[in-house]
């Protein structure tokens, strides 16, 4: 049964630096692909770092060069690390997986959903 578990949200001032944390269990990493999510209030749902199966990381434009995303297959833990946190980072973060897919895994979230999701987990920057 696959599982995804978020934490390590919330408020923060602007510059700030937070980590994220999923806690995955229920399939291989290698054999899949992972990422963050982020939905802003009245906003869609965007992809914001992305990790294919062997590795290979994506980043929104709005987020590189601040956010790192790492996987630890030791713990079994997605990562990210966001530093000079904005207001515009404000949204619910969402750890998911495509268990379908290992490669392109950016392209994938493009088009459509990933099949596993967390519940969520809320990040505030205020200015």
């Known amino acids: 049964q696959v599982q995804l578990q978020e934490s390590g949200g919330g408020s923060v001032q602007s510059g700030g630096s937070l980590t994220l944390s999923c806690a995955a269990s229920?399939?291989?990493?290698?054999?899949?692909?992972m990422g963050w999510f982020r939905q802003a209030p009245g906003k869609e749902r965007e992809r914001v770092a992305i990790?294919?199966?062997?590795?290979?990381?994506q980043y929104a434009d709005s987020v590189k060069g601040r956010f790192t995303l790492s996987r630890e297959s030791a713990s079994s833990t997605l990562r990210l690390q966001m530093i000079h946190l904005k207001p515009e980072d404000t949204a619910m973060y969402y750890c998911?997986?495509?268990?379908?897919?290992?490669?392109?895994?950016?392209?994938?979230?493009?088009?459509?959903?990933?099949?596993?999701w967390g519940q969520g987990t809320q990040v505030t920057v205020s200015s």
């Open positions: 229920g399939f291989t990493y290698s054999d899949a692909c």
């Open positions: 998911a997986a495509e268990l379908a897919h290992l490669r392109w895994c950016w392209n994938i979230a493009g088009l459509t959903q990933y099949n596993y």
């Open positions: 990790i294919d199966g062997d590795g290979t990381t």
